[in-house]
């Protein structure tokens, strides 16, 4: 498959097919202000999904594999209100594809301060609502060769300002597809570590899969086959038999360590000691631990109680929506000078000093091992000292100096 994008070509669109005969391609179209023409080969069926003024998303099919692929140019406008239509297209694309996607283009906005090169400082708060919609799509940066920046205002040199506007996303079943071998990530400590655990999550959850499978499907299968070879042994009485009976066991007990561990982790039981396994109590505690964070009934502003999730959700988001929508009063902040001062300047200076990478590893490796996966999928063993990256340590540096600058 072989995709071009060209953003304002400053072209009547009347042109574009012979644009295409010119280029060599078989297939073209053009979004709805004209500003994105998209050029393409080699594929059976194509559709357009999306089209709007800031990208227009392909749906391309190859019909001898029956594999359907999204690919999204992207022409994103200036300002941060207008992008925010862009924003929410692309989450709803990302609701209804579950299949190889690929969007790249003019995003208009960077994602890290060291993405621009003059000017005033960066805020980072402008990159968070394209770092978010990124990452809810599971989409990652795939990087790029050539220059640094994309973009230049070509003022004098005193004014010039350069930026990298200009970049490529796909999800994980796209690099499945496309791209062999390692995965480069771009951007800061903390756009890469998230990326490439998210990526390293799914391939886990792919080799696990494919070479492990159902653990509890697998318990009850060697349930089954251990009857069948007492039943065997007690029948023959053979040495053979004895010997398959004992490779059972040791087969059985290890798929019933996995599945300890596994509903240990789901449970959060810190205190439990190695001993016999103890499956239906681990279930009765995870049972118990989903009733208590069930929200079966909520009281509204006006003190009634409302059942049922459906309406627990709608008065959920109408008591938020008044809170942070409440209008602002001016506050008297002078009636904080009655609260005596116990901070002295020698622990202000404490508390707000850089911590040291050594204090950052004793608080990740200080994680229990056997805690329950967190968001990103990963629990506290995985951030042994074996397994601790440059990321990892980088990554509340960052933070700490982001927020010190805000």
């Not at 594929?43 to 749906?59: F, P």
């Not at 579950?98 to 003019?106: A, E, Q």
């Not at 400590?189 to 998230?194: F, I, K, V």
Request: hydrophobic share 35%; net charge neutral.
């Amino acid at each position: 498959m072989v995709l071009i994008a060209i953003f304002e070509p400053f072209v009547d669109k009347s042109k574009i097919n012979g644009y295409r005969r010119v280029l060599g391609y078989h297939h073209c179209c053009a979004n709805s202000n004209e500003k994105i023409w998209c050029f393409w080969n080699h594929l059976d069926h194509s559709e357009i999904m999306e089209d709007n003024e800031q990208h227009i998303t392909i749906k391309m099919k190859n019909q001898a594999t029956d594999k359907g692929y999204l690919v999204s140019a992207v022409y994103a406008k200036c300002s941060a209100r207008e992008r925010r239509d862009l924003w929410d297209s692309i989450d709803n694309i990302n609701n209804f594809w579950d299949g190889p996607w690929c969007i790249g283009g003019d995003f208009n906005v960077i994602m890290d301060p060291e993405e621009k090169c003059g000017g005033n400082p960066y805020r980072a708060s402008k990159s968070l609502d394209f770092i978010s919609i990124m990452e809810a799509c599971d989409l990652m940066d795939i990087g790029f060769t050539g220059p640094r920046f994309t973009w230049c205002n070509n003022r004098s040199p005193q004014k010039r300002i350069w930026k990298r506007l200009d970049r490529v996303f796909i999800n994980d079943l796209w690099a499945n597809e496309f791209i062999s071998g390692a995965t480069r990530i771009e951007g800061n400590s903390m756009w890469q570590l998230p990326s490439k655990l998210k990526l390293l999550s799914k391939r886990l959850s792919q080799w696990s899969k494919e070479s492990i499978g159902d653990i509890n499907e697998e318990v009850n299968n060697w349930e089954a086959k251990m009857l069948i070879l007492e039943d065997m042994d007690l029948q023959n009485n053979t040495g053979h038999d004895r010997e398959e009976l004992n490779k059972g066991y040791a087969e059985y007990s290890r798929w019933l360590g996995l599945q300890d561990n596994l509903l240990r982790q789901k449970t959060q039981t810190k205190w439990f000691k190695e001993g016999d396994y103890n499956s239906r109590y681990f279930h009765s505690i995870l049972r118990d631990r989903r009733r208590k964070l069930h929200l079966h009934r909520i009281k509204n502003t006006r003190g009634k109680w409302i059942e049922g999730d459906e309406k627990i959700s709608r008065a959920a988001i109408k008591h938020f929506k008044n809170f942070f929508n409440l209008n602002y009063q001016e506050n008297d902040h002078r009636i904080i000078n009655c609260i005596p001062t116990l901070i002295t300047d020698d622990d202000n200076v404490l508390l707000n000093a850089m911590p040291m990478e050594e204090e950052i590893k004793n608080v990740v490796f200080s994680m229990n091992a056997e805690s329950s996966a967190g968001p990103d999928g990963f629990n506290g063993k995985s951030s042994n000292p074996a397994g601790i990256s440059s990321n990892l340590i980088s990554l509340p540096l960052f933070l700490i100096s982001l927020e010190a600058k805000g």
